[in-house]
């Protein structure tokens, strides 16, 4: 019996045929009350000319995971880190790469629209494109198929959670976490239910400050330091 050093010295990876592996990212953001998704323009074949996601190789001499990947790619567009990211699912198949037999890693990602927007705006080849519009487009291999996966998979995880959040500026009314999570749904919720989960949360404090709106004054909130997502049992329209 050989030792597994021994193995080691002998193995030959070009023995067995290796995929195409890639890790994409789906990156959400609210503007003018419209869910957007974050697309980049391809500047090279395949598929040169085409929109699709933040992506690519994983480099690596210096990502030490696909996340590690993501977030390098999505910092590299938007010029900020995403506070919350989250593993989506992995696609594979010979048919969703001319160039042969690959597989992608997804993540997908809520970011707020006030902490990119200013990087989005000097990048030429990227841009915010709202959800309702992607029907229309023809994008870059299967990554129509991976947006609607995280659409869905974001809708539910809303459901859940006060994941809506995470595409607030870092100060927050409780009616602009209620309009954001209503824009994700697609349909209203009742107050009072989203209230008592997020005074349930314990995810959040008061900065202190106020704002007008209209002829009331509403309480400014922010998340607490290194707080986690707060997981319900129930979910938010069942709770209503």
Not at 175 to 200: C, D, V
């Amino acid at each position: 019996m050989i030792s597994e050093a021994e193995y080691l010295d002998s193995y030959d990876p070009s023995r067995f045929p290796s995929p195409l592996v890639t890790v994409d990212s789906v990156l959400f953001s609210l503007h003018q009350q419209t869910l957007c998704v974050l697309l980049v323009e391809r500047a090279s074949q395949p598929q040169q000319g085409r929109w699709g996601l933040p992506g690519g190789f994983i480099d690596m001499a210096q990502d030490s995971s696909t996340r590690a990947t993501a977030l390098r790619k999505l910092t590299e567009k938007t010029g900020v880190s995403p506070s919350w990211l989250e593993q989506l699912d992995t696609f594979s198949g010979p048919d969703r790469d001319p160039r042969g037999w690959s597989l992608t890693v997804a993540w997908y990602a809520l970011i707020s629209w006030v902490a990119c927007a200013p990087h989005i705006v000097s990048v030429s080849d990227a841009k915010w494109v709202p959800v309702a519009e992607l029907n229309e487009r023809e994008l870059a291999f299967d990554h129509g198929e991976i947006i609607h996966a995280a659409l869905r998979r974001l809708r539910q995880k809303t459901m859940y959670s006060l994941l809506p959040v995470y595409c607030l500026p870092e100060t927050f009314t409780q009616s602009q976490l209620q309009e954001a999570t209503e824009i994700i749904l697609g349909q209203p919720i009742q107050r009072k239910s989203l209230i008592r989960r997020f005074e349930a949360s314990g995810m959040f404090e008061e900065t202190g400050e106020s704002v007008a709106t209209g002829a009331r004054k509403a309480r400014l909130w922010r998340r607490k330091a290194d707080v986690d997502i707060h997981l319900f049992s129930r979910n938010l329209l069942a709770d209503s």
